[in-house]
């Protein structure tokens, strides 16, 4: 049996206008090529910086119970201040998601090591809790690391490659 004269031609019209592209229709974002991060431990914020432009801005950062000064020490539970790099990523971290800033470099553990002192590390940008129900911990709670909500962290996870600078300042 031969199809409708009418149904062959708006079959092809249709088949025609699938493949037409469509204006209205959403692309999927593109990922940014984060290169450069700035931490002002004064105003709790992060700058994400992609090509010299802000891309994104997260606040109410929480830090270590001694916000203020650099870290110099293990248990000092500052979050350090200066230029290091994201150096890896833990999927698995006990803060929901975690990366780990490069904190101690050479003139960290120098200082450190004249003072007869460790000077402790795995300093991280890291989600909360695991096993909290919701929302965030209160006030400045890590040892030295930067807390972010597990949203946030799961955004910044996936936007930020190895060995992205970081600038910790007050």
Not at 52 to 71: C, I, N, P, S
Not at 76 to 95: K, L
């Amino acid at each position: 049996m031969k199809p409708a004269p009418f149904l062959s031609a708006a079959f092809a019209i249709l088949s025609l206008a699938a493949c037409a592209p469509q204006a209205d229709t959403p692309q999927p974002a593109r990922p940014v090529a984060v290169d450069y991060l700035l931490v002002d431990k004064s105003d709790r914020t992060l700058w994400v910086y992609a090509g010299g432009e802000v891309v994104r801005t997260y606040t109410g950062l929480q830090f270590g119970d001694a916000m203020f000064g650099h870290k110099q020490f293990e248990g000092d539970e500052r979050t350090p201040e200066g230029r290091y790099t994201i150096d890896t990523r833990n999927p698995n971290s006990s803060y929901h998601l975690s990366l780990r800033v490069s904190y101690p470099n050479a003139d960290d553990r120098a200082f450190a090591e004249m003072q007869g002192m460790d000077p402790g590390g795995d300093i991280f940008l890291h989600g909360q809790p695991n096993g909290m129900p919701a929302g965030r911990m209160p006030g400045d709670w890590t040892d030295g690391c930067i807390a972010f909500t597990n949203a946030e962290i799961e955004e910044l996870y996936a936007l930020v490659a190895d060995g992205t600078v970081i600038d910790i300042r007050q």
